[in-house]
């Protein structure tokens, strides 16, 4: 179920407990080296949120915000929630090969947290 995407925009859709679609945020994927690398270092905020993929950990060295940071296997469920202050290094997590990266905070309120299962949505022309 190896996923592919490329850099471009789109939606995290944060299923409910149920399993019924609950939050749409919009989502900026980074999966080149290049846009996995640069992440959110350097911004001040960051609209809805951010993945990386592949990646298993993160840094904040350079960051001037703390982050929600989710780790996702490759079925697309949190396996982990962290938040981050800026200067730290994260813990590679084993199955992860997905992260999001948002506003510190905010995952709580979109209902991300370990077990969720989340998807992405591609924007048409991207990914």
Excluded: C
């Amino acid at each position: 179920m190896g996923r592919q995407w490329r850099d471009g925009r789109g939606e995290l859709v944060v299923r409910g407990s149920d399993g019924a679609p609950g939050v749409r945020v919009p989502l900026e994927i980074a999966a080149s080296y290049r846009a996995r690398t640069k992440g959110l270092l350097g911004r001040d905020s960051v609209e809805g949120a951010i993945l990386l993929s592949p990646a298993n950990s993160v840094h904040t060295f350079r960051m001037r915000m703390p982050i929600d940071v989710a780790y996702l296997d490759r079925h697309l469920r949190v396996i982990a929630v962290r938040t981050m202050v800026p200067g730290r290094l994260g813990m590679p997590r084993l199955r992860a090969r997905h992260v999001v990266e948002a506003r510190a905070g905010v995952m709580g309120e979109w209902g991300v947290r370990e077990g969720t299962r989340v998807e992405v949505v591609v924007a048409a022309g991207g990914g």
